[in-house]
């Protein structure tokens, strides 16, 4: 009985297996560098949710669709990687990728990379990296999505890039 | 029939909304970095608890309490601000802000800040970045909450401030 | 009635209170620092998982078990240190310890430390941590657990302890 099921999956695994993952990636100036992370969170999409950062993987099966309607505050588990600047001039960017097995009984692998670069170079960087930790684990690849953001500093900048978690 | 209701939010959103935010700080002595860190949260009441940090919003109609009893051990969300010193004398400040919203529909922005100031400037500083924030979104503010507190490092020090979320 | 009862868990105390406690430790090269970042949980057994870190705390009665079979992609509150450099030839180490307390009303106390030294160094420095944590929380100690790991760095290395916490 479906209800049964339910219960005791909160018991054994109360932090119940995601099964989507989102995209996204905004960059923005702040008047301080938390409000230009704030602002960036923004522009991506994500700035009214309480990210929860964690180490970087697709629940196996998860789908990757663009980001769902999620209810201010929530508690979302994010892979994210970002980059601050003060630097006039500076060009700053943040990518993510997420590389997805062929067997479908796996994981997918979630990378992230921030630098004083441009945004292609980043997106490159990231995709690298996704494919090499699926080398080191052996397994076959089908295919790496990635996004990347780029911002050059007026005052003080933010990057930000990140996969959200969430449930359909 | 409330049994199937709660069935279904687990389902759907694993990680139920925190209702309450509790705003703490406290600041110590350690005779490593890590130590003062543990100290500095045992004096702002939260030490023996498992802290999730959080990217930092209160969710709508969440209610500003006084830190609630919570069983040790539990995991809570919560965004917080920290600097560690061992610079003899130096005074070092942590403080944190709630943007709480006109319009109840809408959640509230927490910010942190953390320097080698005051409490005093830390205050300021961290309520004036939740203005700003609330700004950004172009919302009503309705009132902003917030705490501080700053320590003089005699040999390795830490000033902490947090706002905890939970549930009543 | 248990049905009834596991609901209210899940209204008041979303975030199940974790019964397992598991120490583990790895170290690796990779190409890139989150590459070597990513190699070493694969070491320590739990790159497959999405950590999420926690400031640590082992709940009052957790059992410290060897790590059990957990979900690729699950949320597992962790608490951990590591050290990436690229420095060839440096040797880098991570460490963590728990105290466990005499009265098992009461939480145990979670310590993480890494650095520039070797795999006893680390050790012990950690496990001295836990201790002072006890002595400022005036609790009496039933004894310590802890896991260290070193690596010398080739070309980019990363040393990683961990302890994992868990539901039996």
């Known amino acids: 009985m479906s209800t ?19 995209l996204v990636a905004g960059s923005a100036e702040g008047k ?4 230009a992370f704030d602002n960036a969170l923004l522009k991506a999409g994500i700035g009214n949710l309480n990210l929860i ?21 929530s508690l979302v588990p994010t892979a994210y990687g970002y980059i601050i600047s003060d630097v006039k001039g500076e060009t700053i960017a943040a990518a993510i990728s997420v590389a997805v097995p062929k067997d479908k009984e796996l ?44 911002h050059t500093v007026e005052k003080i900048g933010c990057a930000f890039a990140a996969a959200a978690l969430w449930y359909k």
Chains 1, 2, 3 share one sequence.
């Open 107 to 150: 994981c997918g692998l979630i990378m992230e990379y921030e630098g004083k670069c441009g945004k292609k170079e980043a997106e490159e960087t990231v995709r690298e990296m996704a494919k090499i930790g699926f080398e080191e684990r052996g397994w076959e690849l089908d295919r790496i999505v990635s996004i990347a953001t780029e």
């Open 32 to 35: 301080t560098p938390l409000n």
């Open 53 to 73: 950062r964690i180490s970087s993987i697709m629940p196996p099966k998860a789908e990757i669709i663009p980001l769902p309607k999620i209810p201010m505050g």
């Open 4 to 22: 049964l099921n339910t219960d005791l999956s909160c018991i054994h695994a109360p932090f119940k297996l995601p099964n989507t993952v989102s």
